[in-house]
């Protein structure tokens, strides 16, 4: 059956400081894979998309980036965090053209100070 | 990008009580879902529509495929303290991603 790992659960970084989030897939192949940010518990905000190695969407210019350099592997980073980077953030995979929807991590939840 | 509509924002129910809650786009949609998120948790598919005017049951959960696919609807009988939580709506077609809806939370009082 495919899992989808997140790490780490919790993170607490000063200001100015660089992130990096991991997210990973198990039991599929060629996977769409998401980052998502939610703030204050409210809705789900697309951040990137990827569907195959190297291909990262960008759906809101930020202080933020994705990579993919493994086919399950989903990488979010910045080089110098904000305040305004926290956040509950979610990866989440699906089936290329299935409409089963996704499948979310249990997410990271952010904290810059 | 695309946000879909969600009403009511928030909820605060006895326990017991059934709710309805509601979805809508500006755009029609051959698929809608309904997540569920518990409080620090990643959100989880609940039920999956894919035909207009369809109605699927998840146990308590009811919900339904607008006739316009541009809404989608879902219903929770005889509500428990579980049930606490933000219910997510998406929509999505054939090979193009989903997108989701604002939310709406659920507080359950015993």
């Known amino acids: 059956s495919q899992t989808i790992h997140q790490w780490p659960a919790t993170l607490v970084q000063p200001v100015g400081s660089p992130l990096s989030l991991e997210c990973t897939v198990e039991?599929?192949?060629?996977?769409?894979l998401y980052w998502y940010r939610q703030a204050a518990g409210r809705g789900l905000q697309l951040l990137f998309y990827?569907?195959?190695?190297?291909?990262i969407s960008s759906e809101v210019p930020q202080n933020l980036s994705a990579s993919r350099p493994q086919d399950r592997q989903f990488i979010l980073s910045s080089k110098k965090l904000l305040l305004s980077d926290s956040g509950f953030y979610l990866c989440?995979?699906?089936?290329?053209?299935?409409?089963?929807?996704?499948?979310f991590g249990s997410g990271t939840r952010l904290t810059v100070v | 990008g695309q946000q879909l509509n969600q009403s009511p924002q928030s909820m605060f129910i006895q326990e017991g009580e059934d709710v309805s809650m509601n979805c809508t786009s500006s755009?029609?949609?051959?698929?809608w879902l309904w997540y569920k998120q518990d409080p620090g948790e990643g959100p989880v598919l609940l039920i999956a529509?894919?035909?207009?005017?369809e109605l699927t049951s998840n146990g308590r959960l009811t919900a339904q495929f607008g006739i316009t696919r541009k809404d989608s609807f879902l219903n929770i009988s005889a509500s428990i303290p579980s049930d606490v939580g933000i219910y997510f709506c998406?929509?999505?077609?054939?090979?193009?991603?989903?997108?989701f809806g604002t939310g709406t939370s659920l507080t359950v009082i015993p």
């Open positions: 990827s569907v195959g190695i190297g291909q």
């Open positions: 989440a995979w699906s089936e290329g053209h299935r409409l089963d929807g996704y499948t």
């Open positions: 529509l894919y035909k207009a005017g």
């Open positions: 755009s029609i949609f051959n698929t």
């Open positions: 039991g599929t192949s060629n996977p769409n």
């Open positions: 998406a929509g999505g077609n054939t090979g193009n991603q989903f997108y």
